[in-house]
């Protein structure tokens, strides 16, 4: 491999880093939001909250 083609890898990586770190932040801001918004949701109707909660135990309890 030339230096020039070594250099370009080099970038890849370098990118590839970068872009996997800018995702990783990208999902947990996601968790941050929906969690947030699960929150609110309890306060602002308990009901629908407890009924979704039951549901997703029932459906990891098949899975």
Same mark, same amino acid.
Not at 14 to 23: A, D, G, I, R, T
Not at 26 to 53: G, H, I, M
């Given at each position: ?8 890898? +080099? ?7 970068? +872009? ?27 009901? +629908? ?15």
């Amino acid at each position: 491999m030339c230096s020039h083609e070594s250099s370009r890898v +080099l970038v890849l990586e370098e990118e590839v880093k970068n +872009l996997s770190e800018e995702l990783i932040q990208c999902q947990q801001a996601d968790k941050e939001f929906v969690w947030s918004l699960w929150k609110r949701l309890q306060v602002a109707n308990p009901d +629908l909250t407890q009924t979704v909660s039951l549901v997703v135990e029932e459906k990891q309890k098949t899975e």
